[in-house]
């Protein structure tokens, strides 16, 4: 295993610990509203600790960006570790079991490790630039479907972009009618984590930030699959709009979504 790779899982491992511990507490935990239908927890800001504290020890000058603490500066700006502690906290707040801690390290800009861990499930996946992608520890490889039929989606509902609801679910009926079935579980780590390891088949959202996604992304380039925007392009980590599948697959995935865009979703 790559060595930052290495303390990218021990830094998601410790996260997850003060994870648990608290899901086994929820009484006990603190929520204050960021925004609209966003929240955060005393959870996601030690869990954040937790990673911070861990990647500080073995790399003190590279920089972190965490969706709680924002941009920590480090003297070596070449490396840049982007967290989400807790990805999936309303699920957490529920006493839903399904969430996941990401961490994702660029090199000069470059995705380069990644994992997603899920704490309740023991779930470690990970990947490391031009290595493949690992299930705790087994290769894992998207579906190469080629074409919608018989196909699992994975989705998220932009219920922070509530302005984008009609296209949304115009996007959603044209889908739904194409494949099998579609599935919003409420993680955008792990649905991508899903994509890489071919238990869901596809996977679109509106509206995400860099450290919903990072590690996700890495990890379906290296399980085989294709990272675009809502058009096929690079713009996903400016825009938020994300859709990622097989390479075969994600032709017609953009297809049918594409007609439902209009000008604000088509750039």
Avoid: C
Avoid at 94 to 108: M, R, T, Y
Avoid at 174 to 180: E, G, Q, T, V, W
């Amino acid at each position: 295993m790559h060595p930052m790779l290495n303390i990218a899982v021990r830094a998601a491992r410790n996260a997850g610990k003060v994870i648990i511990r608290s899901f086994e507490q929820l009484d006990k935990v603190e929520i204050e509203s960021k925004g609209s239908n966003d929240f955060v927890t005393s959870a996601d800001l030690a869990a954040e600790e937790a990673i911070i504290e861990t990647i500080r020890k073995s790399y003190p000058a590279h920089t972190i960006i965490g969706e709680e603490s924002g941009v920590l500066t480090g003297s070596d700006d070449d490396y840049q570790w982007i967290i989400d502690p807790l990805d999936g906290t309303t699920n957490f707040i529920k006493g839903i079991p399904h969430f996941s801690v990401s961490i994702a390290l660029k090199v000069k800009g470059k995705l380069d490790q990644a994992v997603v861990f899920d704490p309740i499930r023991g779930e470690v996946f990970s990947a490391s630039r031009g290595k493949g992608a690992q299930l705790n520890g087994m290769r894992i490889r998207v579906k190469a479907h080629k074409e919608l039929a018989a196909t699992i989606i994975a989705t998220g509902f932009p219920h922070k972009q509530k302005q984008h609801t009609t296209a949304y679910m115009a996007m959603f009926t044209a889908l739904f009618k194409k494949s099998s079935d579609l599935r919003r579980a409420g993680s955008a780590a792990l649905d991508l984590a899903y994509v890489a390891a071919g238990r869901v088949d596809g996977y679109f959202e509106i509206g995400l930030k860099p450290w919903d996604t990072a590690a996700g992304e890495l990890l379906v380039i290296e399980a085989g699959g294709l990272v675009t925007d809502f058009v096929g392009g690079h713009n996903h980590t400016s825009s938020g709009n994300i859709v990622a599948s097989s390479t075969r697959l994600q032709k017609e995935l953009l297809q049918t979504i594409r007609p439902h865009l209009g000008e604000a979703l088509s750039k």
